[in-house]
Each structure stands twice: as structure tokens, then as C-alpha cells.
């Protein structure tokens, strides 16, 4: 494994305070089903995978179980403590999502729950998003779970709470983290999943908890700017599938009819149906 550093010690506390926090929800093998059955969809043979915020790399393992892989796995994080905890077999690293010491094409899966909403901004989250589409190999999936606000639900509040503790997060409306992947992967290559992920639930007293920030601050910035402190609140999730196409299928995507055909063909691999 990489060299420690101190961002690597500072994102083992984070991803351990993390843990207590939301209650093992991250810990739950059953919530990543809907990642497991998106997986089965697109018929896979033993690929090669990475998992991108891995942690402990739970989802990594779960989906290779539920999908009978016996393949080469790696699993990334700041978070050195956590990629301890991983399976024996897996390869681990200690990497910036923004630069991955991976070569280019050379992964045909790469998985991802919760994760890019913690770039800073629109820049870095766009680096992430093209550093993954750079180790993928042409016809690879980017399997997204994304944390994506409705669009009539004003972010700006909570976008700011996490301003003041310092934790600056790129949350998005759902059309918003759409487009983001579209941008990069090509409008005709990313499509939602229509599985039922969840939400992730969260409220003002777990902040202060996990934050360990003094409420009267909070309350007092918060009112300077006109916003009402959300007491709780649900951080919902979409599942994003990407594909990343050679050139030579972007001619195709040209001809209408041809365009059409594999469009219909990315909606049926992550359809809800599953069969």
C-alpha cells in the first residue's frame, strides 16, 4: 500500500466518526443490492474492477459476491485505516480520486457509492469524473451511486453549513449530477437506474456531533445569511451507469437509427426488471 500522509490519517478519523454517526449505515450489505442487481445487468465476466472511496471496500466485495466474479479488484481511498479493513485479496491504494496511479484503459468496472459529492466544486469534481472515464477501458461502465437533490429542493443552505465546518461539498439537483456525467461521458452514454437506492438520513444534532462545532456559530452565520437551519433531512441517491465508448462508436451514434438501437440497449441492461 501507498505511503501514509496526513490527509490519509485525517480521512481515516472522518470515515471512523462517519461510521458512528449514520449508524453503520454504510456498513449494510443489504442497501448495496441495488448497486449488486445495476451490476448483473450489464452481463459482465469477470471484469476488472475499481472501487473509487472504497473504505473498507464493502462495495467492491458485495458486487463481486452477488455477481460470482473472481476477479482483479482495487480498492482506493484517502482513508488508509479504512483499506486495512478490506479483503485480503483486493489491491489497495491510498489515492486522490483526481489523480488515480492507474494506467489508462484498464479497467473495464469502476464502482462508487456516496463518494463524488466530496469534491470541493465543479472543477474537481469534472477531474474526477474524467480521471475515471481515462482508466476505463472503451466499452467499461462507471457505476455511480450519487447523491442527487430533487430539483425543486433548494441546496444552498445545506451547501453552506458544510462550508462553515470547513467540509465544502459538491451537492447537486439531480439534473445537475446528470448533466455533470454527461459532460464528460457523452450525452447518449449515461442513463439512471430506476432501483429505489434510498436515503441517507441526516439531522442538525448529528452534525454538531460529528463535526464537534459550536451550535451558537452555526445559528449565528446561518441567520447573517438568511437561512433556516434544516433540523433533519434526507440525502437521497440515484444510481448513474457510464459508459465510456471508443471512437469508432461515436461515428455510429451519428446515424439516428443506430443511436436509437444502442440507447434502447443501455436502458434494458439497467432497467428495474432484473429477471
Not at 466518526?17 to 452481463?43: A, H
Amino acid at each position: 500500500m501507498n505511503k501514509s500522509s496526513d490527509a490519509d490519517k485525517k480521512g481515516t478519523y472522518i470515515g471512523n466518526k462517519m461510521g458512528i454517526i449514520y449508524g453503520n449505515y454504510f456498513g449494510r450489505e443489504d442497501l448495496i443490492e441495488p448497486i449488486t442487481q445495476t451490476v448483473k445487468n450489464l452481463s459482465l465476466v469477470n471484469p476488472r474492477i475499481l472501487e473509487i472511496g472504497a473504505n473498507n471496500g464493502i462495495v467492491a466485495r458485495v458486487v463481486s459476491n452477488g455477481c460470482k466474479f473472481n476477479s482483479d479488484t482495487i480498492v482506493s481511498d484517502l482513508n488508509e485505516g479504512g483499506l486495512n479493513d478490506a479483503p485480503a485479496n483486493f489491491r489497495k491504494i491510498v489515492a486522490d480520486n483526481k489523480n488515480l496511479p492507474i494506467e489508462t484503459n484498464g479497467l473495464d468496472l469502476i464502482l462508487s457509492r456516496s463518494v463524488t459529492h466530496y469534491e470541493r466544486n465543479k472543477k474537481d469534481n469534472d477531474v474526477v469524473l474524467n480521471e475515471v472515464k481515462r482508466v476505463l477501458n472503451k466499452g467499461g461502465y462507471f457505476v455511480n451511486q450519487a447523491v442527487c437533490f430533487s430539483d425543486n429542493y433548494d441546496i444552498e443552505p445545506l451547501k453552506y453549513l458544510h462550508d462553515l465546518v470547513g467540509k465544502e461539498m459538491f451537492i447537486q439537483n439531480e439534473r445537475d449530477v446528470i448533466e455533470s456525467h454527461r459532460t464528460v461521458f457523452g450525452k447518449d452514454s449515461v442513463i439512471v437506474a430506476q432501483y429505489d437506492v434510498g436515503s441517507l438520513p441526516g439531522s442538525i444534532e448529528d452534525f454538531y456531533k460529528r463535526y464537534g462545532v459550536n451550535k451558537d456559530f452555526i445559528e449565528k452565520e446561518m441567520n447573517e445569511k438568511g437561512f433556516i437551519i434544516p433540523k433533519k433531512w434526507e440525502v437521497p441517491y440515484k444510481i448513474l451507469v457510464c459508459r465510456k465508448w471508443g471512437k469508432m462508436w461515436h461515428l455510429f451514434f451519428r446515424t439516428p437509427l443506430v443511436k436509437q438501437h444502442l440507447l434502447n440497449d443501455l436502458r434494458l441492461i439497467v432497467s428495474m426488471n432484473g429477471d
